[in-house]
């Protein structure tokens, strides 16, 4: 569903039937503890990027609200993943762990 900055997120869900003006983000709510979201905090969250970056099935996303002084105290999506395949945590999510998909011989190196 298309999210209130206009990208396209698969935890971003919407209730506009018959008027109704529902909005919320199933991972933030999904988190331990439960996070407060608000339709800004989409302009700078990296989960729909994530996403079409990598759409792994083994990949899974935890977010969390933080506020950083760096950011001037606004509050952010903050992301880990974590790969059930390899077990471990997924330090690009972009790119993924490098396990479950193996790089084509195409783009492999020969030497």
């Keep these: 569903m ?18 109704r003006s529902r909005e919320e983000c199933r991972l933030l709510a999904a988190s331990d503890p439960p996070q407060r979201w ?20 083994h990949m899974h996303l935890r977010a969390r609200v933080e506020r950083s002084l760096r950011s001037g105290f606004r509050r952010r999506v903050r992301v880990e993943a974590y790969c059930e395949k390899s077990e471990g945590v997924v330090t690009e999510p972009e790119i993924g762990c490098g396990l479950c998909h193996s790089i084509p011989s195409l783009f492999e190196v020969r030497r």
């Design 38 to 57: 608000q339709p800004d905090l989409c302009r700078t969250c990296p989960v729909p990027a994530i996403r079409r970056a990598n759409n792994c099935e």
């Design 2 to 19: 298309r999210t209130p900055a206009g990208v396209e997120c698969p935890y971003f869900y919407g209730d506009y039937y018959r008027g």
